[in-house]
T-cell receptor
Framework: KQEVTQIPAALSVPEGENLVLNCSFT??????LQWFRQDPGKGLTSLLL?????REQTSGRLNASLDKSSGRSTLYIAASQPGDSATYLC?????????FGAGTTVTVRA | NAGVTQTPKFQVLKTGQSMTLQCAQD?????MYWYRQDPGMGLRLIYY???????DKGEVPNGYNVSRLNKREFSLRLESAAPSQTSVYFC??????????????FGEGSRLTVL
């Protein structure tokens, strides 16, 4: 069974600092890995999708890396802003099933 | 851009009552999913539909039924609600048709309380 772990569970940083969010998974036989953002009481917003053949994906201030062999992905958010405060979830995709991590709750202090 | 639309957004039920959560997507996606999200448990797959006319069980299907009405719509039915089904339910869709789902897009969620 695929286990997805996100560390840390919570993170508080001052505005302007770079964020580093970690995601690890136990079974490397994945097709894709997807990062989401969830605001309180809201749905999940897709941030980045990394195909299993890719090493990284970038969108604006966001950069996600994927190392399948070691079962790790990292989401980098450059120059954090208070609007980046949210819970960030990673999910690995294999055989129609997304396995989600529990998320990292980020607070960016103004 | 509507994307994935769920109704209702909030619902309170008494134990034993039935109800249907509706989901529709306007992205011409082949696959649709129902998840539930509970504190400390994360998101868990209830049922999915890889294409119109097919449905399959996920991790936690007991107590639920689904219908893929057409390519756009995928409904989730609770026949006899139980307090353990109090949760936030999310519908999602993706373009994938094979084992690779592709990027998933989620609705805003339906918050269900069973008393």
């Amino acid at each position: 069974k695929q286990e997805v772990t996100q560390i840390p569970a919570a993170l508080s940083v001052p505005e302007g600092e770079n964020l580093v969010l970690n995601c690890s998974f136990t079974d490397s036989a994945i097709y894709n890995l997807q990062w989401f953002r969830q605001d309180p009481g809201k749905g999940l917003t897709s941030l980045l999708l990394i195909q299993s053949s890719q090493r990284e994906q970038t969108s604006g201030r966001l950069n996600a890396s994927l190392d399948k062999s070691s079962g790790r992905s990292t989401l980098y958010i450059a120059a954090s802003q208070p609007g980046d405060s949210a819970t960030y979830l990673c999910a690995v995709i294999a055989n129609y099933k997304l396995s989600f991590g529990a998320g990292t709750t980020v607070t960016v202090r103004a | 851009n509507a994307g994935v639309t769920q109704t209702p957004k909030f619902q309170v039920l008494k134990t034993g009552q039935s109800m249907t959560l509706q989901c529709a997507q306007d992205m011409n996606h082949n696959s649709m999913y129902w998840y539930r999200q509970d504190p400390g448990m994360g998101l868990r797959l209830i049922y999915y539909s890889a294409s119109e006319g097919t449905t399959d069980k996920g991790e936690v299907p007991n107590g639920y039924n689904v219908s893929r009405l057409n390519k756009r719509e995928f409904s989730l039915r609770l026949e006899s609600a139980a307090p353990s089904q109090t949760s936030v339910y999310f519908c999602a869709s993706s373009a994938g048709t094979s084992r690779n789902t592709g990027e998933l897009f989620f609705g805003e969620g339906s918050r269900l309380t069973v008393l």
